[in-house]
């Protein structure tokens, strides 16, 4: 097998090792998770000619792995591990080993066409790492909010506006870190830009599509809706026809959308039109306000492919 032949690296990640397999070579290796074994593999891919690195997300465990080869300039690609285990099972392995994933993880990337990570990748998992803190504080400030209308002693309401004031100093600085983090990138400034040009569709709104779905405006409509969880799932077999309801996805993601929703209800005179015309034709609300968050996501990727801003549809 000559070095210049482009390989593909399946990476099965675990909290304290890397298990690798590159394809067609066939060699494999264990590397730990963590700097010094991130830059072992580094060597140990020295004079390879990497076409991608295929791996699945495993919460905290790959965050390290996926930054320190973004900024190496690897190109990655991150699959989602349900489709890899159909992979799996479509060509027969049914043993399920951390050696084994590796080289299903190598040859599933090698057969298909998998979108790799941009090049502001980097950057876009600082801004995740921001959004995941800022929402943990805004869940914080609706406990203590809640928690408040319970006390009467002066000395535990002043201490509780005192915690509330220091969680909103703590949003604030993290909105800040993510604009700054923003302006640095002048692709993601550019998409940004785009997003907030829908009326309805906030800076904290915008922030959330393109850090969770930094897929859009690169995969089709449908698939958007689906990857967001916003999209009705078909239950039939013969002549049972059972009721569609959303499942799945980015449930963070539909959390983001609910209330740009509404206010897209009353400011945006096209999503108005879907909710009014769904709800005149006897849809309950909530039916209506899925398909409105449903239509800000398709109306999204519709614009950043063709990387338009938002405009009236004409009377």
Same mark, same amino acid.
């Given at each position: 097998?000559?070095?210049?032949?482009?390989?593909?690296?399946?990476?099965?990640?675990?909290?304290?090792?890397?298990?690798?397999?590159?394809?067609?070579?066939?060699?494999?290796?264990?590397?730990?998770?963590?700097?010094?074994?991130?830059?072992?593999?580094?060597?140990?891919?020295?004079?390879?000619?990497?076409?991608?690195?295929?791996?699945?997300?495993?919460?905290?465990?790959?965050?390290?792995?996926?930054? #320190?080869? $973004?900024?190496?300039?690897?190109?990655? *690609?991150?699959?989602?591990? !349900? +489709?890899?285990? %159909?992979?799996?099972? =479509? /060509?027969?392995?049914?043993?399920?080993?951390?050696?084994?994933?590796?080289?299903?993880?190598?040859?599933?990337?090698?057969?298909?066409?998998?979108?790799?990570?941009?090049?502001?990748?980097?950057?876009?998992?600082?801004?995740?790492?921001?959004?995941?803190?800022?929402?943990?504080?805004?869940?914080?400030?609706?406990?203590?909010?809640?928690?408040?209308?319970? #006390?009467? $002693?002066?000395?535990?309401?002043?201490? *509780?506006?005192?915690?509330? !004031? +220091?969680?909103? %100093?703590?949003?604030? =600085? /993290?909105?800040?870190?993510?604009?700054?983090?923003?302006?640095?990138?002048?692709?993601?400034?550019?998409?940004?830009?785009?997003?907030?040009?829908?009326?309805?569709?906030?800076?904290?709104?915008?922030?959330?599509?393109?850090?969770?779905?930094?897929?859009?405006?690169?995969?089709?409509?449908?698939?958007?809706?689906?990857?967001?969880?916003?999209?009705?799932?078909?239950?039939?077999?013969?002549?049972?026809?059972?009721?569609?309801?959303?499942?799945?996805?980015?449930?963070?993601?539909?959390? =983001?959308?609910?209330?740009?929703?509404?206010?897209?209800?009353?400011?945006?005179?096209?999503?108005?039109?879907?909710?009014?015309?769904?709800?005149?034709?006897?849809?309950?609300?909530?039916?209506?306000?899925?398909?409105?968050?449903?239509?800000?996501?398709?109306?999204?990727?519709?614009?950043?492919?063709?990387?338009?801003?938002?405009?009236?549809?004409?009377?």
């Amino acid at each position: 097998m000559t070095a210049s032949m482009p390989q593909t690296l399946g990476v099965d990640i675990s909290k304290e090792k890397l298990d690798v397999h590159l394809h067609p070579e066939g060699s494999g290796a264990s590397f730990h998770n963590d700097r010094k074994g991130f830059s072992m593999l580094i060597k140990w891919l020295a004079g390879r000619v990497i076409a991608r690195i295929v791996y699945e997300p495993t919460g905290a465990y790959h965050r390290g792995f996926e930054r #320190r080869f $973004l900024e190496a300039g690897f190109p990655l *690609a991150k699959v989602n591990p !349900r +489709q890899a285990r %159909r992979f799996a099972e =479509a /060509i027969g392995t049914l043993a399920k080993t951390d050696r084994v994933d590796a080289e299903l993880l190598a040859r599933f990337g090698a057969m298909f066409e998998l979108r790799l990570l941009t090049d502001s990748g980097a950057i876009l998992l600082t801004m995740k790492d921001l959004l995941v803190a800022r929402r943990a504080l805004v869940k914080d400030r609706t406990a203590a909010r809640n928690r408040d209308h319970q #006390r009467s $002693l002066p000395l535990l309401k002043a201490q *509780a506006a005192e915690r509330l !004031r +220091q969680i909103e %100093r703590q949003i604030d =600085a /993290i909105d800040q870190a993510l604009r700054e983090q923003l302006e640095s990138d002048t692709a993601l400034r550019a998409r940004f830009d785009i997003l907030v040009s829908i009326p309805g569709l906030g800076e904290a709104t915008a922030f959330a599509l393109l850090i969770d779905m930094p897929e859009l405006g690169h995969i089709e409509n449908k698939c958007a809706a689906s990857l967001a969880g916003l999209a009705p799932m078909a239950r039939e077999s013969g002549q049972w026809r059972g009721k569609r309801f959303i499942r799945g996805g980015r449930p963070e993601l539909r959390h =983001a959308l609910f209330m740009p929703a509404l206010v897209a209800i009353r400011s945006n005179p096209d999503l108005r039109a879907v909710y009014e015309n769904l709800t005149a034709m006897g849809k309950p609300a909530k039916i209506a306000l899925i398909a409105v968050m449903r239509r800000m996501v398709v109306l999204s990727n519709a614009l950043l492919r063709k990387q338009s801003h938002w405009r009236p549809n004409p009377a």
